[in-house]
């Protein structure tokens, strides 16, 4: 008797814990599906939203749009004494800063010093106005380079620390600031703007669709608001504009630049210009909307999610070969020269080729690997078998290149950066990739204190803007790397000067 008891007293134990942990999963069902409750987002920080009954009727600062320019904004805002809020219209915080894997773009700052890298503001400047045709708004240009050292240290003050330099396209200097770890810049700065901006209590809103900014006297008064289903007015003394680009309205992108239909996006969806037409309706002017960059690799296999092979890892070392195993352009060339050069192949794709090696230092790679996007083998025959090209002229290529290296000297293309590291180590790794539409270089004209302008160059009072919603930084063709320069730099001061404002 006292066995069956025992028995019973066990079964019923195993029973409770199996209901338990059928508790666990549904309420981790529940968390998956419901903003309120913390959500996984790039990397395995752990997002938590505000619950929306806590929105309120009036901030003195509201920043629409989530991404790095608006997180930026939103804290530079808290800093200076405001009261600020975030409302994203998607699901998840991040925008195109979360899809980001290369790195910012600094002159004159402490980790190239460390690093005995010699470097100066006015190159740095040069090289952008060279790289956008000459097209850049030379203020904000200027505004950029000059303040990208101070924001680099603003980053690291903050926990974000971005001190392993390399190069990217057309620069002449290692100056793409990233991670130590070598990871995607993206997911990195949004996990650390992401927790200064709980540190700080800013109450962040996803599913908060903004559709309009209001006006009153003149002034932006604020914005119209659909939240938890429901359409709402909020008023500020100030509003800052970081909705981002339109990389993912193809029916805008393909009226302004017809020669682009038909090409996949690297941009999340969200990037549909909303934030452009909405100041648009107030008067705002708008600069080089036509100038839209398509970037040079981009993995787009059929059925697969188009993905950015990021200009870093050609930085590091890696090579561009095509269908027959042959390099056949300078890598570190600018980004519409390499995408020019792989469309003018007769198959239009290129294979990004590494080894180990660079593998090993480049942790961004561990995502490709993820999404089934590299083919790898031992050697360099084996790997030219896996994907279709001349195993000679793969071999060939291989052994050319490393001589380069060894010689600092790239005799077939004139490849000056991105030649430190060679490429012996197996195994060997190649991503097949085809330009794809990247960034949108137009937008909302600012200046360099932020202030949306109309047409006839006055401010449109109480209304910033931050990011890839505006124009003019980038001119005719953004430098790799200078976008997350543009989101901090501009970003932090749309929100200062909106925090101003809104003392008034």
Not at 424 to 433: C, N, Q, T
Not at 452 to 476: F, M, N, Q, R
């Amino acid at each position: 008797m006292k066995k069956k008891k025992i028995w019973f007293a066990i079964l019923a134990a195993m029973f409770a814990l199996f209901l338990v942990a059928c508790g666990k999963s549904d309420k981790a069902k529940e968390t998956a599906t419901t903003t309120t409750e913390e959500e996984v987002v790039s990397g395995a920080t752990e997002y938590q939203y505000t619950d929306p009954k806590e929105l309120k009727d009036s901030y003195d600062v509201i920043v629409v749009g989530s991404g790095g320019a608006g997180m930026s904004a939103a804290l530079s805002a808290k800093q200076a004494g405001a009261d600020v809020v975030i409302l994203e219209k998607m699901p998840n915080i991040g925008g195109n800063t979360s899809k980001s894997s290369g790195g910012m773009n600094a002159s004159e700052t402490k980790f190239q010093k460390e690093q005995g890298i010699d470097d100066t503001n006015d190159l740095f400047y040069e090289e952008s106005l060279k790289g956008g045709k000459g097209t850049n708004d030379p203020e904000l240009l200027r505004y950029m380079v000059d303040n990208s050292a101070e924001a680099i240290d603003w980053l690291d003050s903050i926990g974000i620390t971005l001190s392993d330099v390399s190069f990217s396209g057309g620069f002449s200097k290692a100056r793409i600031h990233r991670p130590a770890d070598g990871s995607a810049v993206g997911g990195y700065l949004v996990n650390g703007l992401y927790n200064n901006l709980k540190e700080n209590e800013i109450p962040i809103f996803v599913k908060a669709d903004v559709t309009e900014f209001t006006e009153k006297d003149g002034a932006v008064s604020g914005v119209k608001v659909t939240v938890d289903g429901k359409n709402k007015t909020i008023a500020a003394k100030s509003v800052v504009d970081t909705a981002g680009g339109f990389g993912a309205n193809m029916d805008m992108i393909t009226k302004l630049k017809p020669e682009l239909k038909g090409y996949v996006t690297t941009n999340h969806e969200g990037a549909t210009g909303d934030g452009i037409a909405m100041a648009e309706k107030l008067g705002a002017a708008t600069v080089q909307l036509d100038q839209i960059q398509i970037h040079p690799t981009v993995y787009q296999e059929k059925g697969k999610e188009p993905f950015l092979v990021s200009e870093a890892i050609r930085g590091e070392g890696a090579i561009l070969v095509n269908a027959e195993g042959k390099r056949f352009y300078s890598e570190m060339e600018t980004r519409d020269n390499v995408s020019a050069a792989i469309n003018a192949l007769p198959e239009k794709y290129a294979y990004v080729v590494f080894d180990q090696g660079l593998r090993e230092h480049s942790k961004s790679i561990d995502t490709y690997e993820e999404k089934g996007m590299t083919v790898k083998a031992d050697t360099v025959e084996e790997l030219a078998k896996a994907i279709g090209v001349s195993d000679e002229n793969l071999k060939a290529t291989v052994e050319s290149w490393n001589k380069y290296v060894a010689d600092k000297n790239d005799t077939e293309f004139g490849r000056k950066t991105g030649m430190d590291r060679d490429m012996s180590k197996g195994p060997f790794y190649a991503i097949k990739v085809s330009p794809g539409i990247h960034h949108t270089m137009g937008g909302l004209k600012i200046n360099t204190k932020t202030e949306v302008l109309k047409e006839d160059g006055k401010a449109i009072p109480g209304l910033y803007a931050a990011g890839e919603v505006t124009g003019g930084v980038h001119g005719s063709n953004r430098m790799g790397g200078n976008a997350v320069a543009d989101i901090v730099i501009f970003g932090r001061q749309a929100g200062t000067q909106a925090a101003e404002f809104s003392k008034k």
